[in-house]
């Protein structure tokens, strides 16, 4: 079946633009989570949801950053007044239930210039 | 604060070589620890190792958990070039469902 899809795969986009990174999970899947990677580093946390409701936002570094889930399926990441320090690849994963097997997407790479 | 190391950050191997990949973590009410194999972008899973099963093999690839030593490793016989890759340790805690990462080995597989 369909694997976890992101899109866009790249985005390019000036310091001060607003951006949006979407994610589509696995047919089924409830839980839904957001990764940042940064160049050499592993994937950092940002916010999983739960259905439409997130569940834990703690990883979100700043007001800039927000992400919904309105219909507990598609996710939106949606990062204002972007920054050249937000360019990273942006990992998306899903799974059946919240704690279970995370699936993750290709990423979507963004660079602000 | 919740932390995962790995070592080492880069590795250079011929094929047939044997490798061990190492992991360690300091995290509140572990849960599982998982390895992930990354080229290009999507890590894609490995093993996931628990307090139930601390020892895991698939093909020429097997991994251990040790709970005392809050540790584990990633044991790659006969390596190959397809074998080049990123490898990423991650530990779930009982607090939800986030994975804490760590560095990643960067392995390469010369022919």
């Known amino acids: 079946g369909a694997g976890v899809s992101q899109t866009p795969s790249n985005k390019v986009t000036e310091k001060g633009k607003y951006v949006e990174l979407r994610c589509d999970p696995i047919s089924g899947h409830t839980a839904l989570y957001w990764y940042r990677q940064s160049l050499g580093q592993g994937p950092e946390f940002l916010i999983y949801?739960?259905?439409?409701?997130?569940?834990?936002d703690s990883g979100l570094p700043n007001d800039r950053f927000f992400a919904v889930r309105p219909e507990g399926s598609v996710s939106t990441l949606k990062i204002q007044r972007t920054e050249r320090g937000d360019s990273a690849v942006y990992l998306c994963a899903s799974s059946l239930v919240l704690g279970g097997m995370q699936y993750f997407g290709p990423g979507t790479r963004l660079t602000v210039l | 604060e919740d932390k995962v190391v790995q070592s080492p950050l880069s590795l250079v191997v011929h094929e047939g070589d044997t490798v061990t990949l190492n992991c360690s973590y300091e995290?509140?009410?572990?849960?599982?620890l998982l390895w992930y194999k990354q080229e290009k972008k999507a890590p894609t899973f490995l093993f996931m190792l628990?307090?139930?099963?601390i020892e895991k093999k698939s093909g020429r690839l097997s991994s251990i958990l040790d709970k005392k030593e809050l540790s584990s490793i990633l044991n790659i016989t006969a390596t190959q070039t397809g074998d080049s890759a990123i490898y990423l340790c991650a530990v779930a805690s009982d607090q939800g469902g986030k994975l804490i990462f760590g560095q990643g080995t960067e392995l390469s597989v010369k022919p």
């Open positions: 949801f739960q259905g439409t409701g997130a569940a834990d």
């Open positions: 995290v509140t009410n572990f849960r599982s």
């Open positions: 628990t307090s139930s099963g």
